[in-house]
């Protein structure tokens, strides 16, 4: 089954809107005189308030994902499970299979670094959420 496939796609993608948003959102915070006072507005009203709001299910959906790849020789998309594997396809001399397999390992130990780097970012994201609803909050009441 290549569940954890789309379930990782899903995360990568929701970290290319997360990236991008980041990217727009952060040279207009930075300076007090930004480029244009409607560019500041619009990025505050609508599209911070619905990435805000889906922060909690992408951390969760990372830390399912890294889990899962941290699991044990039983768990299913694990590295370890993967890795013996290919152990096994090695001592039977399916060449042809350890290689298929030798190359799903190597993806999931290069995507265990970039979740993780995914995580932290997405840290900063709801910092930067909690100042926005704190900057909201304090001008309200």
Not at 40 to 60: F, M
């Amino acid at each position: 089954m290549q569940r954890p496939k789309s379930a990782v796609a899903g995360v990568l993608a929701a970290f290319a809107l997360t990236g991008s948003l980041l990217a727009t959102a952060g040279p207009a915070n930075a300076a007090d005189d930004g480029p244009a006072p409607t560019a500041t507005a619009s990025q505050s009203g609508g599209k911070g308030k619905g990435l805000c709001s889906r922060v909690p299910r992408i951390e969760e959906r990372i830390n399912k994902a890294l889990d899962r790849l941290n699991g044990d020789a039983h768990t299913r998309g694990s590295i370890a499970r993967m890795e013996e594997r290919v152990k096994k396809a090695h001592a039977k001399n399916h060449d042809a299979v350890a290689t298929f397999l030798q190359d799903r390992l190597t993806h999931r130990k290069e995507l265990k670094p970039t979740l993780t780097r995914k995580l932290r970012d997405l840290k900063a994201v709801s910092a930067w959420c909690a100042k926005k609803d704190d900057a909201k909050g304090g001008s309200g009441s």
